[in-house]
């Protein structure tokens, strides 16, 4: 594999856009806590552009969490997420300096007193909550992600627009929910509500 970066998926539009609100007005030096790196183009995009003193990302890389149909219970499935974990590695090789991946739920890794000495309080100017996609999961990196933000320091959570069910009604989006949820008591400004959710701590 050669230095260029190599992706089989493309969500960085709308992190470049939101992103770009915030990114003058982070926490100096700045550590970044990625929930859900899949192949790490994300990341990528935020140690080009967001220049951290340290970047830590997790991810179970796991076939069973994955869509059983692009992901079959099977070595060919095996094989593909294998791939999608060597190239978030291979993508972050030129930072390696400032990145530590770690493979696992975030739920796990983030209470593991193995890696405690990474996530002390108030550590982080930004967290991008991008791993398992539903209600207790969202609220769970919520829980965890908050108290290693520092003041002034941004959250950001993936995949919050409203969905329609088939009558056309809009639903609320488990994640801004649980968002929502998390955040009543919490002091902190809104900075954007779209396909993401973003928030600065108080
Ligand atoms: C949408 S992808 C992440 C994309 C990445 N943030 C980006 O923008 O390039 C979601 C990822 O979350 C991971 N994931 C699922 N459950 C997780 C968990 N409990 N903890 C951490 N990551 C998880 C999946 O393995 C998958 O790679």
Redesign the pocket.
């Known amino acids: 594999m050669g230095n260029k970066p190599a992706?089989t998926?493309n969500?960085?539009g709308k992190?470049k856009r939101n992103f770009a609100t915030f990114a003058d007005s982070l926490p100096r030096p700045l550590r970044i806590l990625?929930?859900?790196?899949?192949?790490?183009?994300?990341?990528v995009?935020m140690l080009e552009n967001l220049n951290p003193a340290a970047y830590i990302?997790?991810?179970?890389?796991?076939r069973s969490?994955?869509d059983q149909k692009k992901f079959p219970e099977n070595a060919e499935g095996e094989a593909k997420?294998w791939a999608?974990e060597n190239l978030?590695r291979e993508n972050v090789r030129p930072f390696i300096s400032v990145v530590t991946l770690i493979k696992?739920?975030?739920?796990?890794?983030m209470r593991d007193p193995a890696y405690e000495y990474l996530f002390d309080c108030k550590s982080f100017g930004l967290s991008?909550i991008?791993?398992?996609?539903d209600y207790d999961?969202a609220m769970?990196?919520a829980i965890n992600v908050w108290p290693l933000i520092q003041s002034g320091g941004v959250v950001v959570w993936?995949?919050t627009v409203a969905l329609s069910d088939k009558k056309g009604k809009r639903n609320v989006n488990p994640i801004q929910q649980a968002a929502d949820d998390f955040l009543r008591n919490k002091q902190f400004t809104e900075l954007f509500r779209n396909e993401q959710y973003g928030v600065r701590k108080a």
Do not use: K, N
């Open positions: 992706y998926r969500w960085t992190v990625e929930i859900g790196v899949w192949e790490a183009r994300t990341a995009w990302g997790i991810d179970p890389w796991d969490l994955l997420v999608i978030a696992g739920l975030s739920q796990d890794v991008y991008d791993g398992f996609h999961a769970a990196d993936d995949d």
